[in-house]
């Protein structure tokens, strides 16, 4: 558990299917509330990773650009609507006040390791857009949970892809959980059959770890202390 890592750089070395079905089964041993296991996983491999990829790169490029360019941007955004989000879920919020100092610790670690300075927004963008192109990894697993349920079929599938991440890890391979790719569900959803219900939770990329310096970066393991309740 300790020394699982988040992958961002990944070998395209194939990674079997009898080796998927392997952390699938185990991620399913996972605990799920009253057992209903309201997830389902898509599984983008070869010509459909690559397609769903170019999707997302072109969304992104698209919403990059207007980001870049301030309102004309925006307004640019809106009256072409490519690169608007199409989320499920609302994938990113602000940040509560409490919590901003740890999302711009990791941020300023990370890119710090990369040389990425704070004001280099071409370069932070570039950085991001790796996302989009699941860092090399050649499998992306596609996690969907039934809205039915409400937070406990999130947390369900919180509890199923923890599983799968020390798994794979266990097994040699890397993994990132990846909330970006989430931000445009209507390219992911037309390459599966998905029953009514289901929303786009977040993708997981899995593959081999590169020796790129990337995936030397050790976020911040909170003290425990940051998260035990004081009594009334
Ligand atoms: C639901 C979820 C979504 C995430 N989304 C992304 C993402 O879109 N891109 C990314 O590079 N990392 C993403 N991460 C990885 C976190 O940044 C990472 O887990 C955190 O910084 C702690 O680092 P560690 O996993 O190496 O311990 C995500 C993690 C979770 C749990």
């Known amino acids: 558990m300790a020394s699982r890592r988040t992958t961002r750089d990944f070998l395209s070395t194939p990674v079997s299917d009898e080796l998927i079905d392997q952390l699938l089964t185990d991620a399913m041993t996972a605990p799920s509330w009253s057992n209903t296991r309201p997830y389902l996983v898509g599984i983008a491999k070869g010509e459909q990773r690559d397609r769903i990829a170019g999707e997302l790169l072109k969304r992104w490029e698209a919403a990059a650009r207007a980001l870049r360019d301030g309102l004309w941007g925006k307004i640019r955004l809106l009256i072409t ?120 939770l977040c993708g997981i990329a899995i593959g081999y770890p590169s020796d790129h310096k990337v995936n030397s970066f050790k976020a911040e393991r909170l003290d425990i202390s940051e998260i035990k309740l004081k009594n009334a």
């Open 81 to 200: 609507r490519t690169g608007l989000p199409t989320s499920d879920y609302k994938v990113f919020r602000p940040y509560p006040k409490e919590l901003v100092p740890r999302q711009q610790r990791v941020g300023a670690e990370l890119y710090g390791l990369l040389g990425i300075k704070r004001d280099d927004q071409a370069a932070r963008q570039a950085q991001w857009a790796r996302n989009y192109e699941f860092f090399g990894a050649p499998v992306e697993l596609f996690i969907f949970t039934h809205s039915g349920l409400g937070e406990y079929s999130v947390s369900d599938a919180g509890l199923f892809m923890q599983n799968l991440m020390l798994s794979a890890h266990a097994r040699g391979l890397g993994s990132c959980a990846q909330g970006a790719v989430a931000l445009w569900a209507d390219p992911i959803r037309k390459e599966f059959n998905i029953p009514r219900g289901y929303k786009l």
